[in-house]
Structure formats: structure tokens, C-alpha cells
């Protein structure tokens, strides 16, 4: 019997997401940092019923496509897992994971390609928010380790674009120079809680400093020491949060340095971006998914679209230059706010947007005579609600386009419209998160025949 902490050798013998899968005495093992067909030496960490999770000590027998992590902190941060493996070798273990979950979930039989990937998968994050903590007196910024709070300090991120490297070692010279205080998640003391940089694809660069007051000593310092040190630096916001949970930003912005919005482009519209916008966070990938999705929808130009959980209008936007009529749905005021900006800073006149829940607002359009020939779906992690799925079957539009950051729940969704007169007809995958365990997957339903 497995205990904790014990050592065994292991032969892999395919993925398990970004895991390998081993069996052992009927019990399926998860081992972590190992490679289908390697012979590794585990340990075992966590022991259930029927599994177990292991994490590779050593390779006895390597695959042809490991190679050594390009990343200093990569055995501490854990979030780039797939760094001990080829770019080509991740892609293979991305689409297994989105084929997986699709059969064994959602029941689909649907033809699931190698996932979209990047030329270059390193310092592509356009956005990076990292906690500020400290140890032995030290300030402390970078990333949480696996499943806890505590800090893995880095110098630089390998996925976030250089400029947000910059901002990350400005503002740790910053305090340390002026003995500014990190925030104690524990005692709920000290000021700054977060460091957060966003980098258009021109390379403007928004700092946004999140602390628990409404003013900062030394922000003229800070102010002079980014734009010495950071080219392309726009603006500088001072975020307040002041509560005790783990939401990273505050609704209350103040403005340092510079200009409130920073401007960024996607698929040929120019978009307006503040501290509290949403915006995918690689661009290069973000046109490829959102590209897939249009090619998806195959519009024709005398449609009326429903996007749901359509955020600042990205994909409402889009949408709306090849369709007749675009109603998107969000539950975010200041998202609603944004799209509403974007759309009249692109001169789109079709769309409407709505500030509400999709799962209140759907089914009250549905009631009231909405007719929709396609609908888009991009939910957030938990996937869509039901009371969502099911207003789409009763409308019955032609199309149905679901774009998911989480396969899982997206399957899980696809079984239920399978089960109400869709059908599952195409597949794609794009690798928004390259190096991580995440994929982003877009699927098409067609109504069937009756």
C-alpha cells in the first residue's frame, strides 16, 4: 500500500493533462514533471482510494523530447509545467487533454487537431499581476507557489513581455530604497499589495501599483525611476484595495503619471484599456482564437448574433462587421462601459450591449421575441449556466460557437446542447497559454434537422 513520501520507480505510460499516467496495484498515478514512455523515480505526495499524485525525483529513461527548463524558478513557481518538454511535445499533450475531456465528459465524437501554436512562446503576456510580500526583512515579488500563498520571488517572468520585467525591478528598487512596506496577508498590515503592468503591442506600458491607501509615499520618486528605467512607460495608477480577501484590484483608480487609457489594436479595431479592462492576455494567440471563432460562425451578413460573457466587446466587435445585429452580454458594468467606448471609437453602429447576468438576461430577451441565428459563447472558467444553455435551445439558432478556457466544463456544457438538438461538427484548439497546462478550445454545434 502507497504511503506518503514514499519512493517508487514508475514506467509512464501517456499523458494525464500535464501530468504522466502510471498504474500501480489497480491505482491510476499522477506524476508530475514525467514524460509518456520514461522510467522515473517518484515520490508520492497525496494518496486517495483509487490514485495517487507523485512528483519525479529523477529520470532513469528519458524521452527523446525532454529538455532542461529554460526558467531559473521553474521548480518552485510551477507555472509554466510544460518547460521540461519540446514546444512540439506540449501541443501533443494540449490536444490529448482537450480530446479526453470531450469524450470522456461531454460523449462528443469530434475530430480534435494539434492546437494552433505560437512561432516564439516566450514573453508574450501583455498583462502580469504579481503579489508583494516579504521574508527576513526582504521584499518579495513574483509568484504564488503551487496550491499556497507563499511568494516565489523572481527578477523576471519568461512569458511576460520584457517591459512588465522592467516595471517588476523598478518597483522592488523602489521600495527597497524608500522602506516602503509590503502587504502581510496575514495581519492585514502594510501598503503594497500587487504590482500589475500591462503592454500594448506597440509596446506602451501601463504600471498600476494595487496598495491598501489612497496615496503613496515617494510616488514622485516611483514615477521618475519607471520612466527612467522602463521604455514605452505611458501611465502610472495607484490602485486602492482594502479588503481582506484574495481579489487582486480595487474599483478605486487614481491616476499618477500620464494618460487614463492606453490604446491597444486586435484584428484591424482599435481597442481603449484601463487598469480594471479585460483583455486577452496574448495577443499574437488572441487574434488566431478569435479568428477561429469568426471562421467558425461563417457569417454572412443578414445575422443576428448573441454574444455572451462578451467582456469589453472584443468579439462583439468583430462580429458585428460581418453580421446584421450583435447583442452582447456581460455582467460587469465597467466592461459594458468599455465595449460601449470601443464601439463608438470604431464607428460600429449594430451591437448593443447589456450590463447584465447572461443567465437573467438571455432567458428574458428569449421571452420577449429575440431570434438569434448564431450565438457565441466565451464564459468564464465554471462554464455556462444552464439556465443559458437551455435559452439557447428554445431560441434554436443555426449556430452555436463555444469558445472555453477550461475543456472540462466546456464538455460538460457540449453534452447538454447534444442532448437538446445540437450537434458537435468542429474542433480547434489555441495555444493562448504556452508553456502552462492551459488551452483555449473553440467549438461549433449546428442545429440538428428535425
Not at 470522456?104 to 516564439?120: A, C, H, N, S, Y
Not at 503579489?131 to 526583512?137: C, F, I, M, R, S
Request: proline fraction near 4%; include cysteine; charge should be neutral.
Amino acid at each position: 500500500m502507497l504511503k506518503k513520501n514514499d519512493q517508487i520507480t514508475v514506467e509512464i505510460e501517456r499523458f494525464g493533462a500535464e501530468c504522466g499516467i502510471a498504474h500501480l496495484d489497480g491505482m491510476t498515478l499522477f506524476v508530475l514533471g514525467a514524460l509518456p514512455g520514461e522510467k522515473v523515480l517518484a515520490r508520492v505526495q497525496k494518496v486517495e482510494k483509487k490514485y495517487a499524485f507523485l512528483k519525479t525525483l529523477e529520470v532513469l529513461q528519458a524521452h527523446p523530447d525532454r529538455i532542461s527548463p529554460a526558467c531559473p524558478y521553474y521548480e518552485k513557481c510551477g507555472g509554466c509545467v510544460c518547460q521540461h518538454m519540446a514546444y512540439s511535445l506540449s501541443l501533443q499533450m494540449k490536444r490529448e487533454k482537450v480530446q479526453d475531456a470531450l469524450r470522456r465528459i461531454g460523449g462528443l465524437d469530434v475530430d480534435v487537431p494539434m492546437p494552433f501554436g505560437m512561432e516564439k512562446p516566450f514573453h508574450y503576456r501583455n498583462k502580469t499581476a504579481l503579489p508583494v510580500g516579504e521574508k527576513d526583512g526582504n521584499v518579495q515579488i513574483g509568484f504564488y507557489a503551487p496550491r499556497s500563498h507563499r511568494i516565489v520571488d523572481v527578477d523576471e517572468c519568461l512569458i511576460s513581455r520584457q517591459e512588465s520585467n522592467l516595471v517588476l525591478q523598478t518597483v522592488r528598487s523602489w521600495m527597497e530604497k524608500f522602506h516602503i512596506p509590503p502587504y502581510n496577508e496575514l495581519t492585514h498590515k502594510g501598503l503594497v499589495r500587487h504590482v500589475m503592468s500591462r503592454v500594448s503591442k506597440a509596446g506602451d506600458v501601463m504600471a498600476v501599483i494595487v496598495a491598501t491607501a489612497a496615496s503613496l509615499p515617494h510616488s514622485r520618486e516611483l514615477i521618475a525611476m519607471l520612466r527612467a528605467q522602463v521604455p514605452g512607460i505611458r501611465s502610472v495608477y495607484l490602485n486602492v484595495n482594502k479588503r481582506n480577501d484574495n481579489v487582486i484590484l480595487g474599483l478605486e483608480n487614481h491616476l499618477l503619471f500620464g494618460e487614463e487609457r492606453m490604446q491597444d489594436t486586435l484584428l484591424g479595431l482599435s481597442f481603449s484599456v484601463s487598469p480594471l479592462s479585460f483583455f486577452q492576455v496574448n495577443p499574437v494567440q488572441t487574434e488566431v482564437l478569435y479568428q477561429t471563432g469568426l471562421d467558425f460562425a461563417d457569417l454572412k451578413g443578414h445575422e443576428t448574433v448573441a454574444d455572451l460573457y462578451c467582456g469589453a466587446g472584443t468579439i462583439s466587435l468583430l462580429l458585428a462587421r460581418k453580421a446584421k445585429q450583435v447583442i452582447g452580454i456581460e455582467i460587469v458594468p465597467q466592461a459594458i462601459e468599455d465595449a460601449r467606448k470601443n464601439a463608438l471609437a470604431n464607428g460600429i453602429e449594430n451591437v448593443q450591449f447589456h450590463a447584465a447576468a447572461a443567465e437573467e438576461m438571455l432567458p428574458r430577451l428569449v421571452q420577449q421575441g429575440l431570434k438569434m441565428d448564431v450565438v457565441m459563447l466565451d464564459p468564464p472558467r465554471k462554464g455556462c449556466e444552464e439556465k443559458v444553455l437551455e435559452s439557447i435551445c428554445i431560441c434554436g439558432p443555426e449556430k452555436v460557437v463555444y469558445i472555453s478556457c477550461d475543456v472540462a466544463t466546456q464538455a460538460r456544457d457540449a453534452k447538454y446542447l447534444c442532448a437538446h438538438g445540437y450537434k458537435a461538427v468542429k474542433c480547434q484548439s489555441v495555444d493562448m497559454f504556452c508553456l502552462t497546462g492551459h488551452i483555449e478550445n473553440v467549438l461549433l454545434f449546428v442545429k440538428e434537422m428535425e
